[in-house]
Each structure stands twice: as C-alpha cells, then as structure tokens.
C-alpha cells in the first residue's frame, strides 16, 4: 500500500515548497532501484505549489526541522554499542564459553547487517548509516576475534596471509551489502578494504621471501588493489547504485600513489644477487603503473584529479622503466654495457613516446605521453651528459697538457671513451631515424648537426699524437673558413645552418690554437693559423653595417700576435737559455717591434683595405704595448742589467731596441699625420706619444754610443724640441688657405696640440730625474728652444696674435736661466756676462718687434718694443751700475758715461709718434743708470771712514746737473702730443736731482769747514732755486719745483744745524728765510701784473721773516 501523502502547504509564506520536512529527510533516486516513483511514500516528494492562491490555513501538519541533537545522540549511541561489543568480546562478564559469546557476537552482527538495510529501505538514511557503521566495526571485530580465539585453527595461519584473505572477504561482503542497500558507510568500508587486501594476500603468500621483498610484493599488492578507483565513477556497474564515489576515489587514488612509490623505492633492494631481477621488480612498477594510467584515462572524461594522477602514473611508468634498466646494467658490473646499454635503450623508450604522442589525438591521453615522453627525455640528457663528459675526457686532458707540456702523445684514450663516443654517434643514427618516422627530420635536421659537429671535435683528440690532433683541427677550422666564404661570396648556400658552421669554425680554431701550446715546437703553428684566420675571418662580415665585428676580429689578431711575439723569446733560446732579466728584455724588445709594425700597417691606411673602425680598434688594442715600448725604451732596461746578465744578451739587442723604437715613433707620426676617416682621437692620441717615442729612440741611440750616463738627460729636450719643430709645421699648414677644407686644418691643429703636450710631458720627465746638476744648463737652454718654437703661431710670433706669443716669455726665462747656470758652473764672475747677452737679446727682441710687429711703425710707436728696449737697456746699465760700488772707477766711469749719453741724446733727438716711445724708453733707461752710478758712488764714499773730501761731489754734481739739463732739454721739442708726458717727466727729472743731491749732501755733514762750507752752498742754491722757480715758472721749473726747492732748503738747514755744521746759525737760516720772502714778492708782482691777487703770499712772507730774523733776537736777547 502507498503511504500516507504528505501535507500540502497552502500559503507560500508558511514554508518553502522546496524544503523538505525534517522529519521526513528525502531519498535519492538510486534507494529503490526498480521501484516505480508511484509506489514510493508521498511524504518524500517536495510539495509543488498552486498555481492558484490558497487558503491560509494548511491542510496537514506542520512539518518540524531536524534537530542536531538526534544526529549527535545517533553517533553516541552507535559508540557506545561499538565500544560494548568489543569489551564483550575481550573482557566478558558473563558467565559463557567462547563459542556462546562468538556465537551471539555473530548473530548480533548480522542483525545490524540486515536492520541497516532494512532502515535504508525505510527512508531512514541516518540511522541506517550509523548502525551501517557499527555493523562494519562489528564485522572487523569477528574477523579479529575468529583469529584472536583460533576458532576453525585460524590462530594458526600467517597473519599476513590471514588479513589478506579476511580483508578480501570483507571486502566483496561490503561491496555485495552496499549494491543490494545502497548504504555510503558499506561503499567507503569496501572500496577501502580492497587494496590493504590484495597487498596483505600477496606478502602472506610470500611468506619465505626476505622482508624487502614482502614490502615490494605488499606495495605492489595495493597498487593492484586500488585498479578498483575504476568503479568509483558513476555508470561503471549496473548492479549497484550510479553514485560518484568522490571520497573512495581520492582514498584508492592516494593508496596506489604511495604503493607505486614504495614500490619503486623498494623495487631496486629484491634479491640483490640476481642480475635480471630488476628488469622484472621495475617492469611490474611500470605495469601497474601504466595500468592505472590507462584505467584513469578510459572511460568516461576524467576530472582535473584523475587527469593530474594519470599524468603522474605515466612519468612513474617511464620513471621504473629507467630505473630498471640502470639498475640491471650497474648489477652486471660490465663498464661497457654501463656506457652502452642505458642510453640507447632510454633514447629509443623517449623516442618512442614521442613517435606515439605526435600520432595520437588531442586529448588526455596525449599529455600522458608527452609527459611520459619529457621524463624520458631528462633522463636521456642526464645519461646523456654522462656519456658526453666520458667522451670529452680525451679533449680534457689534450687542454690540460698544454699547462703541462707533456709531449707527445698527448693523452691516453680510454676504451670507455670510446664506447661512449660510439654510443652518442648511435644514438645520433637512433634519434634521426626516430625523427624520420615522425616526418620531422627536415626541421630539426639542424640540432643533428649540431651534435655531430660536436663529435667531430670530440673525436680528434682520439688521435693521441700532437702532429696529428693539431693539424686536423686547424683543417677543420680552415674547411670552415672556407665554407663561410663560400657561401658570403654566395657560390654556397648555408641558411640556417651558418650560426653551426661559424661555431664549429671558432671552436676548432680554438682548440687548435689551445693545443699547439702543448709543445715547444708547435706554439707557432697554432699561432700563425689562429692570426691567419681571424684575420681573414674579417672578410665575412660587411664593411658598413658589421664594422665594429671587423674591428674585434682585428683586434683578436692583434691579440694573438702579441702574444705570439711575447711567447717567440723562451721559445727560441731553449738551446741556450738566458737569465731571467735578458729573457724578459727579450720579450720587451719583441712586443715592441711586433707593435711598431702593426701600428705602422695599420697607420699608412693604404694596405689592407682597413676601414676607419678596424683601424680605431687596432690602434687602442696596442696602445698599451705601445705605452710600455716607450715608458721602457730598450735602452734603459740593458742600462740596469748586470756584467753577468749583458754576457747571456744577444749582441744585436741594442740594433734591434733602435728598429722597435724607430717602427713606433713613425707610426705614431703617420698617425699624427692621418687625413680624415673620422680619426680624431686616435691622431690626437698619436701625436701626443710622438714625443715620448721619440724620446726612446733618443735614448737607445745614445746607449749604443755608450756616452756617459749624464748625457742622456739631453734626450728628452732632444725629443721636444724635434716634437715642437713637428708642431710648429703642422701649425703653418693649418693655417687658413684658399682650397684649404676646415677639416684638415681642424685635424692638424689638434694634432700640434697633441704633440705638444707630449713633449711638454716629456719636458717635465727630465725635471724630475737625478743627474741634472751637470749639464742642467743645456737642458734649460734646449728647453728654451723647444719654448720658442712652441710660441711661434702660423702668423708668425711678433705679428701673432695668438695666446702662443706669450709662451716666449717662458722661453726667455729659460734662456735666461740656462745661460746664467751655465756661467756659473764654469766659475765666470764678471756680471757683464750675465746681463750683456740678456740685454742683447731683448734689444734684439725689440728690434724685432719694431720691425715686424702688428704696429704700423710709420705711425706710432709699438708698446711692446719700447718696453723691450726699455728692459734691455736697463739689464745692460742697471746691474753694472750696482756693481760699480765697489771696485775700479773706470767702470763706473764708463757706465755713467753711457748713460749720460743715453739720457742727453733722447732728450736732444726731435721726438716724435714714431720714435718718442723708444726715446723714453732710452733716457729713462739712461736717468737710472746715472743715478744708480752716481747714487752707488756716494753711498760708497758716505760709508768710509773719516771725512769725505771733495770726492763726493766729484760723483755727486755731475750726476745731478746731467739730469736736471735732461730736464730742461726734454721739454723744448715742439711735439703737442708728447708735451704733457714730456712735462711731467722734467719735472720728475729735476726734482730727483734735486732730492738725490740734498739727501747725499746732508748725510755728509759734520763739524769740519769742509761740511760748513756744503751747508752753505746747497742750501744758498736750493734757495735761489726756489726764487728762480717762481720768478721764470717754465717747465720743469715752477710752483712744484719752487717748493721742492724750498722744502729740500729747509731740510738741509735743519740737518746742518742738527749736526753743527755752521757757526753762526743765521748762514743758513737767514738765506731760506729771504728766499721765502723773496720768491713772495716774485709771484705777487707776476700776479699783479695779470690782475690777480695771490693767496697767502703774506702768511708765507711773514713766515720768510720771521726765519730770517727771530732766531737771532731770541738768541741775542737770551741771557
């Protein structure tokens, strides 16, 4: 009979039309196979709401939600019968045999079997779930206890053996159970049982063999068991429900990954002394794990986990296949099938998969095998790199015996390099015809070249002898060449396949050129094919677009022949070797000359078809040679080397140091004197190292004169002055001329700059070097030199109006310096030796520059020669006169004649724009040397002992009345345009005169007649000078002069006065007194006459007056 219907809602704000009833929890589907919907209980259909508005009020009861508390009392309660079943079994209270208490253990079993059933029938699916449970525990339970109580004998029975077969029992019971009730709790016990079963019954029917070997069987055992998680998917069965089986999956899935795994580990560990053993162990992990992969795979589309465990089984498979074979090699102690076997057959196994994975269909199983494929494949390359290392151990060791030079042969080839190198050439031949089969040979054509390619090189150190590895690399490097040459001049087509050529061409040069160092004999070989080649290698790359590749191939051929060159000495003297000095001289002096010739190639820019880049780049690839070959000219090193190194020395060391030092400084002048092609900075580079060439060639040549020692400091202004003279020609050509491109002009300029500053830097080398005190002179002298040709710009150095007119100068003091050092060496004192040859020279200079100076000298003087005419003049005069203090008075003599005449001359030649600034400059010149004469004569005669006598003014008046007749005579040319500067240059004379006279005269006084009677006379002129002054105020005469006169009158009273040189007082002071009057009335009457009223003529007539006549009434009127 159907059951009650359950209670229809009538409003849907009452309940949910689609939640179901707490009380009645809903059956799904798969409950009742067979039975028609109609049949089941209409409590378990969700109600379907009206489509018309209903009543309020229900017309059933209302249903009631499930309590969690139901729930949790079902989970005790099923505890609790658990927990009392198993202490009624093993701690019973009752008074019962064992037979009674298993038998009513048993019925109680079924019992919760059947009821558990029955309630899932019933729609009680909690309950029936959990009484489920306690019958799975309770089967368990009885299985422990048949054993435990060795009912039937089974307490007997291995225990492995027994669980296996009770756990296999089991598990066809729950699985039996749970397709005729449906119950979760019997699916999850079975499917959970079933691999510890299988993995159980295979170690308990192993029950002799060794533990590793039951841990490997118990592991495969579950592996096998778990091939169940195929039933797990919903649709694998029609006997039981189509549910999916999440939970059992993950459970059999997680199983059989930790079995394969404990498999695999242990796979390796069966019966050790068995070779073939591991094909077999391995070969089951592969199958069951290639069972799982194909189990996981088939069917219905697998999920995300299925998919990711397949993927994982198919390595694994591949993972044992490898295994097992390295396993079984390594266990036949055969070391040629270790090298032979594994790595062909695990190509062929990758290979293989490739093959299947390219054929088959987009889907699942194609990333199985791909990733089956790639596990291969990094074994291959590990094995793979194994083998490869095996063969290249040949080549090793041929590049470590260069380090060591051993010999020939070079190495020793071992059988298991051969095997090796035989198995990569085989696997090669696999791999192509694996490829061929997939039709993908012709893409992948070029990494089979690659890796035979890469035998070829390892396959020539097999040939043992030097003779024979050296050669046939250096034949393959060239076949290289020549194929890429081939195909540049386009008789050849590479395609793709040039990038492998050019690699096989550099190694094989490389290893060629490694190699030829393994022999004394065979260094050059190499060396020569490795420039050769290199060199020509060039042509390969384009001139314009691929210019800086042919610079650094260049540059990499300068590089070997430098080492070449460096390596030739100890090479060719092994016969006789020499000391360690001279070797190193040697190999000084070959670098030098190799670098001298190749800066000279490369410099000359007309053989070689060199574009501007290869030669940028060669030139700095050898500037650091070239910087040693002139920092250590030859010639210096043979100087430092003892008798006992020059006695191992070839003779024509020192020939050979002159020809390396010669082949730098011409090229560094051929690159000084390069046109165009864009290289600025290496002509500019090039000149500023002709000077420091030029010095090493200067300083070999004089080591072969073997001068003495301090002769070679003449090498470096040597150098500079030849350095500057270059300078100085590239300065005129520099010059702006028509048809002259401002780029050639441009270069030149910097190149004489950088060849200046060389020899400036060379310059200051040989201020900073001992064993200059000898001939210091004419270094400084040569210095001067080179200063002057320095100074001298393309327009010329008195017309110039470069900033270089001011370097002569520096070549003067140079002159200067040089010359007075010389002199005073050789012990030479008389001073006109040091200052007529200086004086000589700026007059000459003046002249010059008179002559051929900017100033138009039709129209005016030039400043400049004036000044040097001035300045010649003045060394000439000036020094003498100081000198004339002492000694002969014919000097003095002559000097103050010359200057007399100097000064009376220019003031009596008409002055006039052209001439009046050298006329200047000459009677100045004059009017110090005089005074000087005069001055130093005086000063003389003041400081002797005793009186002076007349002698004093034999010196003294000559000089003033000669400059103060200069002063007269200078002012009466008629030239307006010097007038003013003639003026006050009178007046200069004349109040000098004056004041030189005075001062002498009053440091002279004393107490004898001879002092009174100059009292009395210099002050009685200076007083009529002063009235004279004012009375005639013509230039130089007047007011300053008058004054001066005055002043000067009024100091050499007082001085005579202070050192009592006249008695009575009133002989001086009365004239100065009158003269002060007197002069007043001069000037008033001069004043009246033009109208004008002069101011403080009384005051200072008053004050005449009272000096004229105070002193002697205080004097008369004192007691």
């Known amino acids: 009979a159907a059951a009650p219907a359950s209670p229809t809602v009538a409003a849907p704000t009452v309940a949910s039309p689609t939640e179901p009833a707490p009380s009645a929890p809903t059956v799904p589907p798969f409950a009742l196979p067979g039975v028609p919907p109609a049949a089941r209980p209409a409590a378990h259909t969700p109600p379907t709401p009206p489509s018309t508005p209903a009543p309020a009020t229900p017309t059933g009861p209302t249903p009631r939600k499930r309590s969690s508390v139901q729930v949790v009392l079902l989970l005790v309660g099923v505890t609790l019968v658990s927990v009392a079943a198993i202490v009624f079994l093993t701690v019973a209270f009752v008074v019962a045999g064992l037979a009674v208490r298993s038998a009513i253990v048993g019925l109680f079993t079924v019992a919760m079997l059947i009821t558990a059933g029955l309630l899932r029938r019933k729609g009680l699916v909690s309950t029936a779930e959990g009484i489920g449970a306690l019958a799975v525990v309770l089967v368990l339970l009885d299985a422990w206890a048949l054993r435990e109580n060795n009912l039937f004998g089974f307490g007997t029975v291995d225990g492995l053996l027994y669980w296996g077969v009770t756990l296999t029992v089991c598990t066809a019971l729950f699985l039996l159970w749970h397709a005729v009730s449906s119950l979760r709790v019997a699916s999850v016990a079975g499917f959970a049982a079933a691999a510890p079963a299988v993995g159980l019954l295979a170690a308990g029917l192993a029950a002799d063999a060794e533990p590793v070997t039951r841990v490997f069987l118990a592991a495969l055992g579950i592996a096998a068991g778990a091939l169940l998680h195929r039933f797990t998917r919903p649709g694998t069965a029609s006997f039981w429900p189509a549910v999916d089986r999440t939970a059992e999956r993950i459970a059999l899935l997680a199983l059989a990954a930790l079995a394969l795994a404990t498999a695999t580990l242990t796979a390796g560990f069966v019966a050790p002394a068995e070779t073939v053993i591991p094909l077999l162990t391995f070969g089951a992990v592969a199958a069951g794990a290639l069972a799982h992969t194909v189990v996981a795979l088939t069917g219905r589309t697998p999920d995300a986990l299925y998919r990711a465990f397949a993927y994982a089984s198919a390595s694994l498979a591949t993972l044992a296949v490898v295994f097992g074979i390295e396993v079984f090699v390594w266990r036949t102690d055969d070391n040629t099938l270790l090298v032979t076997l594994p790595l062909p057959a695990i190509a062929t196994l990758a290979l293989g998969l490739e093959l299947a994975w390219r054929r088959r269909a987009t889907g699942p199983a194609r990333i199985a095998l791909l990733t089956a494929a790639l596990t291969a494949a990094s074994f291959v390359a590990a094995i793979g790199a194994v083998a490869l290392a095996t063969a290249a151990a040949p080549l090793a060791f041929t590049l470590l015996s260069t380090f060591t030079t051993s010999g020939d042969p070079l190495v020793s080839v071992n059988e298991m390099s051969v095997w090796a190198l035989a198995t990569l050439t085989g696997v090669a031949v696999l791999v192509a015809g694996f490829w061929r089969a997939g039709a993908v040979l012709a893409p992948r054509l070029r990494i089979l070249a690659w890796f035979g390619l890469v035998m070829v090189l390892l396959a020539v150190p097999f040939t043992e002898?030097?003779?024979?590895?050296?050669?046939?690399?250096?034949?393959?490097?060239?076949?290289?060449?020549?194929?890429?040459?081939?195909?540049?001049?386009?008789?050849?087509?590479?395609?793709?396949?040039?990038?492998?050529?050019?690699?096989?061409?550099?190694?094989?040069?490389?290893?060629?050129?490694?190699?030829?160092?393994?022999?004394?004999?065979?260094?050059?070989?190499?060396?020569?094919?490795?420039?050769?080649?290199?060199?020509?290698?060039?042509?390969?790359?384009?001139?314009?677009?691929?210019?800086?590749?042919?610079?650094?191939?260049?540059?990499?051929?300068?590089?070997?022949?430098?080492?070449?060159?460096?390596?030739?000495?100890?090479?060719?003297?092994?016969?006789?070797?020499?000391?360690?000095?001279?070797?190193?001289?040697?190999?000084?002096?070959?670098?030098?000359?190799?670098?001298?010739?190749?800066?000279?190639?490369?410099?000359?820019?007309?053989?070689?078809?060199?574009?501007?880049?290869?030669?940028?780049?060669?030139?700095?690839?050898?500037?650091?040679?070239?910087?040693?070959?002139?920092?250590?000219?030859?010639?210096?090193?043979?100087?430092?080397?003892?008798?006992?190194?020059?006695?191992?020395?070839?003779?024509?060391?020192?020939?050979?140091?002159?020809?390396?030092?010669?082949?730098?400084?011409?090229?560094?002048?051929?690159?000084?004197?390069?046109?165009?092609?864009?290289?600025?900075?290496?002509?500019?580079?090039?000149?500023?190292?002709?000077?420091?060439?030029?010095?090493?060639?200067?300083?070999?040549?004089?080591?072969?004169?073997?001068?003495?020692?301090?002769?070679?400091?003449?090498?470096?202004?040597?150098?500079?002055?030849?350095?500057?003279?270059?300078?100085?020609?590239?300065?005129?050509?520099?010059?702006?001329?028509?048809?002259?491109?401002?780029?050639?002009?441009?270069?030149?300029?910097?190149?004489?700059?950088?060849?200046?500053?060389?020899?400036?830097?060379?310059?200051?080398?040989?201020?900073?070097?001992?064993?200059?005190?000898?001939?210091?002179?004419?270094?400084?002298?040569?210095?001067?030199?080179?200063?002057?040709?320095?100074?001298?710009?393309?327009?010329?150095?008195?017309?110039?109006?470069?900033?270089r007119r001011h370097v002569g100068w520096l070549s003067l003091v140079a002159a200067t310096a040089g010359l007075w050092w010389g002199l005073a060496r050789a012990g030479t004192t008389p001073v006109e030796a040091y200052v007529l040859?200086?004086?000589?020279?700026?007059?000459?200079?003046?002249?010059?520059?008179?002559?051929?100076?900017?100033?138009?000298?039709?129209?005016?003087?030039?400043?400049?020669?004036?000044?040097?005419?001035?300045?010649?003049?003045?060394?000439?005069?000036?020094?003498?006169?100081?000198?004339?203090?002492?000694?002969?008075?014919?000097?003095?003599?002559?000097?103050?004649?010359?200057?007399?005449?100097?000064?009376?001359?220019?003031?009596?030649?008409?002055?006039?724009?052209?001439?009046?600034?050298?006329?200047?400059?000459?009677?100045?010149?004059?009017?110090?040397?005089?005074?000087?004469?005069?001055?130093?004569?005086?000063?003389?005669?003041?400081?002797?002992?005793?009186?002076?006598?007349?002698?004093?003014?034999?010196?003294?008046?000559?000089?003033?009345?000669?400059?103060?007749?200069?002063?007269?005579?200078?002012?009466?040319?008629?030239?307006?345009?010097?007038?003013?500067?003639?003026?006050?240059?009178?007046?200069?004379?004349?109040?000098?005169?004056?004041?030189?006279?005075?001062?002498?005269?009053?440091?002279?006084?004393?107490?004898?007649?001879?002092?009174?009677?100059?009292?009395?006379?210099?002050?009685?002129?200076?007083?009529?000078?002063?009235?004279?002054?004012?009375?005639?105020?013509?230039?130089?005469?007047?007011?300053?002069?008058?004054?001066?006169?005055?002043?000067?009158a009024g100091f050499a009273a007082g001085a005579a006065l202070v050192a009592g040189s006249v008695e009575p007082f009133e002989l001086v002071t009365v004239p100065v007194g009158l003269a002060l009057v007197a002069g007043q009335l001069v000037t008033a009457r001069l004043r009246a006459t033009e109208g004008a009223r002069p101011a403080g003529a009384w005051a200072w007539t008053g004050a005449g007056l009272a000096l004229a006549l105070l002193p002697s009434a205080v004097v008369a009127a004192a007691p």
């Open 465 to 803: 002898s030097l003779w024979l590895v050296l050669p046939l690399y250096l034949l393959l490097g060239a076949a290289a060449l020549t194929v890429l040459l081939l195909d540049r001049a386009g008789r050849l087509t590479l395609g793709g396949y040039r990038p492998i050529v050019v690699t096989f061409f550099i190694a094989s040069e490389a290893l060629g050129y490694t190699v030829s160092w393994a022999g004394s004999a065979s260094w050059w070989l190499g060396t020569l094919s490795a420039v050769l080649t290199v060199f020509v290698a060039r042509l390969l790359l384009n001139r314009e677009s691929q210019a800086g590749g042919r610079g650094a191939l260049l540059s990499g051929a300068i590089v070997l022949t430098l080492v070449g060159a460096a390596a030739a000495p100890e090479a060719l003297t092994l016969a006789a070797p020499p000391t360690a000095a001279v070797l190193w001289l040697l190999v000084a002096l070959t670098v030098a000359s190799a670098t001298g010739l190749l800066q000279l190639f490369l410099a000359q820019g007309r053989i070689g078809g060199f574009t501007a880049v290869e030669r940028r780049a060669g030139f700095w690839t050898l500037l650091a040679p070239t910087l040693l070959g002139v920092v250590l000219p030859t010639g210096r090193i043979i100087d430092g080397l003892s008798d006992a190194d020059r006695a191992t020395m070839p003779p024509a060391v020192p020939v050979a140091g002159i020809l390396a030092a010669a082949l730098i400084a011409a090229a560094m002048l051929l690159w000084t004197l390069t046109r165009g092609g864009g290289l600025r900075w290496e002509r500019f580079t090039g000149a500023l190292l002709v000077a420091p060439a030029v010095l090493a060639l200067t300083v070999n040549l004089i080591s072969l004169t073997e001068a003495p020692g301090t002769v070679s400091v003449l090498a470096a202004p040597i150098a500079a002055l030849l350095t500057v003279a270059l300078a100085l020609v590239l300065r005129s050509l520099a010059r702006p001329t028509v048809g002259t491109t401002g780029g050639t002009t441009g270069s030149w300029a910097r190149s004489s700059a950088g060849l200046e500053i060389g020899a400036a830097v060379v310059l200051a080398s040989v201020f900073l070097r001992p064993g200059l005190a000898e001939l210091g002179w004419l270094v400084l002298l040569l210095t001067a030199v080179a200063l002057l040709l320095t100074a001298i710009d393309a327009d010329g150095l008195f017309a110039s109006a470069s900033w």
């Open 837 to 1048: 040859p200086l004086a000589g020279l700026l007059l000459l200079l003046a002249a010059l520059l008179w002559r051929y100076g900017r100033i138009d000298r039709a129209a005016t003087a030039s400043p400049g020669a004036a000044l040097l005419t001035l300045a010649g003049l003045s060394v000439a005069l000036l020094p003498l006169a100081l000198s004339t203090q002492t000694g002969s008075p014919v000097r003095p003599v002559i000097v103050g004649a010359a200057s007399a005449v100097l000064l009376i001359g220019a003031t009596l030649v008409r002055w006039a724009p052209p001439r009046s600034a050298y006329l200047a400059a000459t009677a100045l010149a004059g009017a110090l040397g005089l005074l000087t004469v005069g001055i130093a004569r005086a000063w003389r005669l003041l400081d002797m002992a005793g009186a002076t006598g007349p002698l004093l003014e034999a010196w003294l008046l000559p000089t003033v009345v000669i400059t103060a007749a200069a002063a007269f005579l200078l002012v009466r040319h008629p030239d307006a345009r010097t007038r003013l500067a003639r003026d006050r240059a009178a007046v200069v004379l004349l109040v000098v005169a004056l004041g030189t006279l005075t001062v002498l005269e009053t440091a002279s006084f004393d107490t004898s007649a001879l002092a009174a009677g100059r009292a009395i006379a210099l002050v009685g002129v200076l007083a009529v000078g002063h009235v004279l002054a004012l009375w005639r105020p013509q230039v130089p005469l007047g007011t300053i002069a008058a004054w001066t006169c005055a002043a000067l």
